[in-house]
Every structure is written in C-alpha cells, then in structure tokens.
C-alpha cells in the first residue's frame, strides 16, 4: 500500500561545539538552489554509457519512461534549500532533537571552486567520529592480496573548500577519498552550520561491475534537500577487486564518514544506508556485518540482490537474459569461480541472509513482482532476519520495473523516505 507521504526538510536542533577548523578539499563546489514549481522533481540526467535506467541511481534494467525519485513537499522558495535551526530558548533541555520542516524543490545549480589556496570555513565543529569496522579485501586483477587488518583505513582527502555565499547559505559538496584507489572516493553532500544532521549513504548498481556515484546525483539531491547529510559512495568494481573488496570499500566509507564527522557536521550515531540493485547487496551486506554497525539505524534496499547463489541458480537453464547476465556477474565477483570446492567460502562470505544477527538494523526491502531480480531474495532475509528478532519491511509493486525505474515509481520514493525519516528522526529510535 503506497503513502503519498513525503518528507520535507530537516530542522535541526544542537549545541555548538568547539573552535572552528580549516581544511582543505581536492574537489568542492557551493551550490544554491534555483525555484522550481512546487512539487516538481528535479529531472534525472543520463550518463553516457549506460541505459536510461541507470539515470539517477546506476539501475541495471533498461524500461520505459519513469518518473523521477526526488520527491521533497512543502512551497517552493527562491534561494537556499537548506533548513534553519531553531535555537532552544532559556530553561530548555540540552537535549538533541530532530524536527521536520518544509524545503525548497528548486534544482541546485553548481559551481566548481577554486582548487589552488585552502580556504578556511568558519564554523566547522572539531572533533572526532567513532571509528566503524571493515574487513579484507581479496585482490584481484593486478590488485595485492592484503592480509587481516582493521577497517576505515583512509583518510579524506586534505579538504579545499568553497565559502558558500553568505547570502545562499546552500548545500556544499565535497568529494574524498578514503582509500588509495581511484575508486575509492565519495561525494559528500552538507550545510555549513554547526547542526548535527543524520547521515543518508547511497550505493549505486551496476552489476558489480560498473555504475558510478554520478548516476545517483537527483537523489543525493533529494536527501539534501530533506537535510540530511548525504554520502554518495564508489567502490571498487568486480573487474578492479574481487569480493569481499566492495564490502570492504562500503565498511571504510562509512567509517572515514563516521571518524571525520565534524566536518560535515554529520551524526555518527544515526545514519542508514540505501541501496540499489547490487549495491543493494553491499548495503545488506554492510548491515549484516559482524554483529552490527554502530549508529546504523537501518538498511533500503531497491531490487537488492540479497542472495548471489540464488542469482547463481535463476540463472541456469533460462531464456531470461538479464537473469544469466545476473548469475555470470556473480561468478565474476567471486572472483571468476563457481560455488563449489573451495570457491564455497568465498560464494558463503557474499550471502546476506547468512549473516543475519541480533545486533543488525532493520532492513527495507522493495522490489517489483516480475523483475529478473525475484521475490525470494526479500523473503530469504526476512525469514533469517526473523530468526534473530530483527524486522524486515518488504515492499511489492506490481510490473517489471528494476532499481531505478523501481524508485521512480508513483509514491516508491515517499515510501522510502518516509521509512527512512522513522528510523531517523523517530524520538523512538
């Protein structure tokens, strides 16, 4: 049953902290918005290379004409999206607290900073987030074999930043990097205030072995825009490393977010992660880690792949192309082998459901009744998850539609970003 909710922008509350800081960033544009009519989503905008679903969110199954999976309320402004903070008056309690607020739907109009001389942006908070957990990576392809060590290696990049205008106050996007390899990068999107906003981590598809962040631009937007703290990651594909390297590469992003926090005056302690398609399978293997990430408060998953072995068995012996293109991906991220022998572990290690504990946060799970990516992957993590107390939401539309097409469906994306504001903003959670 879809809601036609949606979420508007965030408002929210905090102290502030500390000294500001300088620092400096390879890559920073300022971006303030633009208004559009109310209501209107900002258009998605192709990649070359890639279908026109990929468009917005780095789907893997080309359709027709879909509609955009930006979808914010509220009358449109002129001038900044972002929220104001309402200052807690004398005798309030010190306590953070989250708030919804209305948000402008104007598409941000961006402008690349100077790259030369750091700048220094006032304001920033000092500090240091908790580190988060990561695991090995297997390498391949010219890649070395790195034995067990702990996760989050990687620093950001040494941030140069744009001073937004004064008068904007808009979104600033940074782009790090929290590894060595030119995959290893994510763009950063924040408010320069001195809230602390909960975190949104987007992971595009591509079938393992291609996609990029860029595709996930519109919804990055649409995050922002709600005001939450947005981090649209790349990561190694399966042609750069074989698995676990793209689990790993998740695991470090979201640690160097969570370490690093005050500059983007982001939660470490409250954030999800969605993904779509395959990178709906890093997500749910993100969130299935060990016994828990900390701070992860909840996992979407878009036409997630939960189960490559049971892409593996769909795709024998079937006229579907898009499903035997889904069982040779999964051979290639395990490193080019099949699930038998001692390619078993490897192929254990990829499935979601396998994992499932009593610390995970509670998963999201939307997919369509007849896309090549089946139903059994979302009924195979809610059985393991129920097994160990951990609720499981899965979401059925009817059609063929696949990750980003799936998203851009008539109220998909308010459902979804309403599942999110509750795991998020809930006094609850």
Known sequence: MRTGVTVGALALAAAMVGPAVAYTTAHAHAISASAQPSGTPAPAKAGTGET???????????SGTAKSGAATSGTATSGTAKSRAATPGAGEADTRTYGLARAST??????????GAAKT?????????MAGAGTNDTGRAGTPKSGTGRSGGGDPTPPPVAEPDP???GTVINTVSYGPHVRQRMDVWYQTDELKRPG???????????????YMTEISRSYAEQGYVVFNINYRLSTDASWPAQRTDTLDAIATARRHAALWSFDPSNYVIVGFS?????????????????????VVGISPVISPLT????????FDLEKRKLRESAIRLAGGCEPTGKCARVWASMEVPWHASRGDAPMLVVHSEDEFVSAEHGKQLKEHLRQVGVPVTIVSEPG???????????????????????????PGR
């Open 311 to 318: 892409a593996y068995t769909e795709g024998t012996d079937t």
């Open 106 to 115: 104007g598409v941000a109009s961006v402008g690349r900073a100077e790259t």
């Open 52 to 62: 026109a679903s990929t468009a917005g969110a780095g789907g893997e199954r080309t």
């Open 200 to 214: 949104v981590f987007l992971i595009h598809g591509g079938w393992w072995s291609s996609g990029d962040k860029k």
């Open 278 to 298: 395959a990178g709906g399978h890093l997500a749910g293997a993100a969130g299935t880690y060990k016994s828990g990430l900390p701070g992860l408060r909840g």
């Open 121 to 129: 942006r006032a304001g920033t908070k000092a500090g240091t987030g």
């Open 167 to 169: 008068l904007t106050q």
């Open 400 to 426: 063929i539609e696949h990750s980003a097409p799936l998203y851009r469906l008539p109220g998909v994306a308010e459902r979804v970003q309403e599942w999110v504001a509750e795991k998020l903003l809930s």
